[in-house]
């Protein structure tokens, strides 16, 4: 079984900076692509924040292009968010998403984790 687990959430004033991390855990071959979602509010739609793909093509949400960095420490199976220049709006849950190989030849198969909560207030 694959394991995602989110930290590095918290309470940071706005301009401020944190990094989220994803940790992946268990029977990993791969790490195919990987993504960060957030949620505003419980009923709001869950929206695409960043994601890196296995060659490192990055992409983002325009409203955290030149604020958010998304990268990978493929060693430590970990996904990194860095978040600059928060705003109130940045304010969510947010979760990562891998797409993940077990072996060379096993299909590759999806991984949510459980969420960290982000909150941009003065």
């Known amino acids: 079984q694959v394991q995602l687990v989110e930290s590095g959430g918290g309470l940071v004033h706005p301009g401020g900076s944190l990094r989220l991390s994803c940790a992946a855990s268990?029977?990993?071959?791969?790490?195919?692509?990987a993504g960060w979602y957030r949620q505003a509010s419980l009923g709001a739609q869950r929206e695409l924040v960043a994601?890196?793909?296995?060659?490192?093509?990055?992409n983002y949400l325009d409203s955290v292009k030149g604020r958010f960095t998304i990268s990978r420490d493929n060693t430590k199976n970990t996904v990194y968010l860095q978040m600059s220049g928060l705003k109130p709006e940045d304010t969510a849950v947010y979760y990562c998403?891998?797409?993940?190989?077990?072996?060379?030849?096993?299909?590759?198969?999806?991984?949510w984790g459980q969420g960290t909560q982000v909150t941009v207030s003065s």
């Open positions: 998403n891998a797409i993940v190989r077990k072996t060379s030849t096993a299909p590759m198969r999806v991984y």
């Open positions: 994601t890196l793909s296995e060659g490192g093509s990055t």
């Open positions: 268990g029977s990993i071959f791969s790490i195919v692509a």
